[in-house]
């Protein structure tokens, strides 16, 4: 089964100017192991598919299956706790804790689940970014990347099931970025872990195994890379 399904998703939202229709029923499978960019003009709704996808909205029809659970039966309690087990998340801003160190930063997913975390376990995934010797160091002492890495890190400590990705690359330098992208794409190769990353550059995307085309809230197409080595 997918990792994740998307089935007749609709988005309405409501407002003054009257209905607007940002996903008008888009059904995709993402397999477990994809990376899929999701791309398109703006407007077209990719923001607004990865919040559904990750059970931050709701969609006014249809369904969502995460692992095989059906999103919509969840109350937020339930939503919350799944999402911090099965879900990990990078934004294009980093929304690191400011006065936390990058250890505890990392280490907060775990807290949140009610885990204690091992040392040994929050160095690991410090070093699988590459940051083991900035665990003592404040975001605010370290540059962008490395605050996105350190983002990253904190994604994977929880080995959640799929990433979502909003724009990561976004507000860093092109080799930062493929740093960036290669340990999504790591996430991928290796842990079998699924990723879905809504982006406008078409080199980020290159990293992917799959692009979707949204275009006014359908799907308009798919690409398939084929293996992501084939695009190195
Ligand atoms: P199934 O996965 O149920 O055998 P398909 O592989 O035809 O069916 O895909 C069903 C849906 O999953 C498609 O409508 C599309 O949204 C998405 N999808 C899966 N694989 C691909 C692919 N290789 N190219 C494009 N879309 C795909
Ligand atoms: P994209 O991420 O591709 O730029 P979005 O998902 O952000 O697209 O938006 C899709 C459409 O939905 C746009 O027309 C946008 O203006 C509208 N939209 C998004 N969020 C809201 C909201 N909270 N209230 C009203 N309209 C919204």
Do not use: W
């Not at 008008?24 to 407007?43: C, K, L, W």
């Not at 095989?68 to 980093?94: P, S």
């Amino acid at each position: 089964p997918p990792a994740l399904l998307l089935d007749g998703v609709t988005k309405t939202y409501e407002s003054k100017a009257g209905a607007v229709q940002a996903l008008r029923g888009v059904t995709y499978h993402f397999q477990q192991g994809s990376f899929t960019a999701v791309m398109g003009p703006s407007g077209s709704g990719k923001s607004t598919l990865l919040q559904c996808a990750a059970g931050l909205d709701q969609p006014t029809a249809g369904t969502v299956l995460l692992g095989g659970i059906r999103l919509q039966g969840l109350g937020e309690v339930e939503l919350t706790k799944l999402r911090r087990k099965q879900m990990g998340f990078v934004f294009q801003a980093y929304n690191l804790l400011p006065s936390l160190t990058v250890f505890d930063n990392v280490a907060l997913p775990l807290r949140l689940t009610g885990l204690r975390p091992g040392r040994q376990d929050v160095l690991a995934v410090l070093d699988q970014v590459g940051l083991a010797d900035k665990a003592k160091r404040r975001p605010a002492e370290l540059s962008g990347g490395q605050q996105q890495r350190v983002a990253i890190a904190r994604a994977l400590i929880t080995r959640p099931a799929v990433f979502f990705a909003d724009e990561p690359t976004g507000a860093l330098d092109s080799q930062t970025s493929r740093q960036i992208l290669g340990l999504l794409r790591e996430a991928t190769d290796r842990a079998g872990q699924t990723v879905v990353m809504v982006t406008h550059d078409p080199v980020a995307a290159a990293y992917a195994s799959r692009v979707l085309f949204l275009s006014d809230g359908l799907v308009a197409g798919s690409l398939d890379h084929g293996t992501p080595a084939q695009i190195a």
